[in-house]
């Protein structure tokens, strides 16, 4: 079975810094768009970032200018670099991924991000 294992969440100031990491094993397939969604407590799940197998990017509104995704298809990683970070990021941060050819989305296990003074 496909599993995404997320790596890299932790608790950080205002305006520090975090990377996030995901990896994609289990099944062979291959992997077409590959992002980051959060959901903060009492709030629906919201898109952060993502990024299709061509390189192409989408990003929320709240996040623009301040966070960068990117991914490494050999590795099947896909990361989020986060600068800048507000309290109203902190979220449970989840990595998602969508086979190529099905469209079948996997999911990760999430990975907390906690943005407090």
């Known amino acids: 079975q496909v599993q995404l294992v997320e790596s890299g969440g932790g608790l950080v100031q205002p305006g520090g810094s975090l990377r996030l990491s995901c990896v994609v094993s289990?099944?062979?397939?291959?992997?077409?768009?590959m992002g980051w969604y959060r959901q903060a407590p009492g709030k629906e799940r919201e898109l952060v970032a993502s990024?299709?197998?061509?390189?192409?990017?989408n990003y929320g509104d709240s996040v623009k200018g301040r966070f960068a995704i990117s991914r490494d298809n050999s590795k099947r990683t896909v990361y989020l670099q986060m600068d800048s970070l507000k309290p109203e990021d902190t979220a449970v941060f989840y990595c998602?991924?969508?086979?190529?050819?099905?469209?079948?989305?996997?999911w990760g296990q999430g990975t907390q991000v906690t943005v407090s003074s």
């Open positions: 998602n991924a969508e086979n190529k050819f099905s469209r079948y989305a996997y």
């Open positions: 990024i299709r197998d061509d390189g192409s990017t």
């Open positions: 289990g099944s062979i397939f291959s992997l077409y768009t």
